[in-house]
């Protein structure tokens, strides 16, 4: 078998299924250069959306004459990199299952190099849930680490842009309780994200909590009406610390003079 590396919007993350050989923690452990080094790939099967993590990219960046096959199933060009030797407009699933019988039917190995990835993969968890352990104080991070704890069955966890999602996707780990992950990528626009959320609410079933940064949240503050007008039940955590925070990962959060003004833009909402 080969390692999957499961995007926190893939829909493989949350639900219960034989997690052998996924890897939900590369977001953490791909920013590890001698790891990224050592562990080229030869062929990379991409499904669907462009992959959330930076770290992702980069590693694909850096293994650029990796043999890769995009698969589409929308019929779009989902491939703004052009690292893709392949673009293929299928189904995605009804390929998986065209190329089952060529696998053959004896068991299959797990090679050294799929093996690197899990070792990589449980010490990655455990550092991270160690790590969420000893934080006593606010940290965003941790919000997903307790939500993925808190969440019941069934849930529905959206993520909105900007650090939400990226933090859903470095603590926010795979397990038995089913939880349906969403966001918008798309533009990855901070826009419509609360009307967007609260229509998944109206069309699911179970419970639904949307975690959200400040600024995102006061620009789609409007789509709160849809509560009152569809009956609404949602839980919004609010991310609140006061403007961009993904920003300050920048270079220019170096400049004192201008960086609040042009890049965090802090509202002083409470
Ligand atoms: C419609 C739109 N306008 C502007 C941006 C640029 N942008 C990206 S992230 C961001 C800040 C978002 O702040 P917040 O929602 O509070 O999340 P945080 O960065 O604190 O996680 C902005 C303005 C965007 N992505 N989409």
């Given at each position: 078998?080969?390692?999957?590396?499961?995007?926190?919007?893939?829909?493989?993350?949350?639900?219960?299924?034989?997690?052998?050989?996924?890897?939900?923690?590369?977001?953490?452990?791909?920013?590890?250069?001698?790891?990224?080094?050592?562990?080229?790939?030869?062929?990379?099967?991409?499904?669907?959306a462009m992959p959330v993590a930076k770290p992702l990219l980069l590693y694909?960046?850096?293994?650029?004459s990796a043999h890769q096959i995009v698969i589409d199933g929308d019929g779009?060009?989902?491939?703004?990199?052009?690292?893709?030797?392949?673009?293929?407009?299928?189904?995605?699933?009804?390929?998986?299952?065209?190329?089952?019988?060529?696998?053959?039917?004896?068991?299959?190995?797990?090679?050294?190099?799929?093996?690197?990835?899990?070792?990589?993969?449980?010490?990655?968890?455990?550092?991270?849930?160690?790590?969420?352990?000893?934080?006593?104080g606010l940290f965003e991070g941790k919000v997903f680490a307790e939500l993925?704890?808190?969440?019941?069955?069934?849930?529905?966890?959206?993520?909105?842009?900007?650090?939400?999602?990226?933090?859903?996707?470095?603590?926010?780990?795979?397990?038995?309780?089913?939880?349906?992950?969403?966001?918008?990528?798309?533009?990855?626009?901070?826009?419509?994200?609360?009307?967007?959320?609260?229509?998944?609410?109206?069309?699911?079933?179970?419970?639904?909590?949307?975690?959200?940064?400040?600024?995102?949240?006061?620009?789609?503050?409007?789509?709160?009406?849809?509560?009152?007008?569809?009956?609404?039940?949602?839980?919004?955590?609010?991310?609140?610390?006061?403007?961009?925070?993904?920003?300050?990962?920048?270079?220019?959060?170096?400049?004192?003079?201008?960086?609040?003004?042009?890049?965090?833009?802090?509202?002083?909402?409470?």
């Amino acid at each position: 078998g080969f390692p999957i590396l499961a995007d926190p919007l893939s829909g493989l993350r949350g639900v219960p299924h034989d997690h052998a050989l996924i890897v939900d923690s590369y977001d953490a452990f791909l920013r590890d250069a001698a790891w990224v080094e050592r562990y080229a790939p030869d062929l990379v099967l991409r499904i669907g959306a462009m992959p959330v993590a930076k770290p992702l990219l980069l590693y694909l960046q850096r293994h650029g004459s990796a043999h890769q096959i995009v698969i589409d199933g929308d019929g779009g060009w989902n491939e703004p990199t052009l690292l893709a030797a392949e673009l293929l407009h299928a189904d995605a699933r009804l390929l998986c299952e065209a190329l089952l019988p060529a696998l053959g039917t004896a068991a299959p190995r797990t090679s050294e190099w799929a093996r690197s990835w899990q070792a990589a993969q449980r010490a990655t968890r455990a550092a991270i849930d160690a790590h969420m352990r000893a934080i006593d104080g606010l940290f965003e991070g941790k919000v997903f680490a307790e939500l993925r704890e808190l969440l019941p069955e069934g849930a529905l966890l959206y993520a909105g842009n900007s650090m939400p999602i990226r933090d859903l996707d470095t603590f926010f780990a795979g397990g038995e309780r089913a939880v349906r992950l969403l966001g918008n990528r798309g533009a990855n626009g901070i826009d419509g994200v609360v009307s967007s959320a609260l229509g998944a609410a109206a069309a699911g079933q179970g419970p639904t909590v949307l975690a959200i940064g400040d600024l995102s949240f006061y620009h789609d503050s409007n789509g709160l009406l849809a509560t009152k007008l569809h009956q609404i039940d949602a839980t919004i955590v609010l991310l609140n610390n006061d403007g961009g925070g993904i920003f300050s990962f920048l270079p220019q959060a170096a400049d004192p003079e201008h960086f609040e003004a042009l890049f965090g833009t802090p509202t002083g909402l409470d």
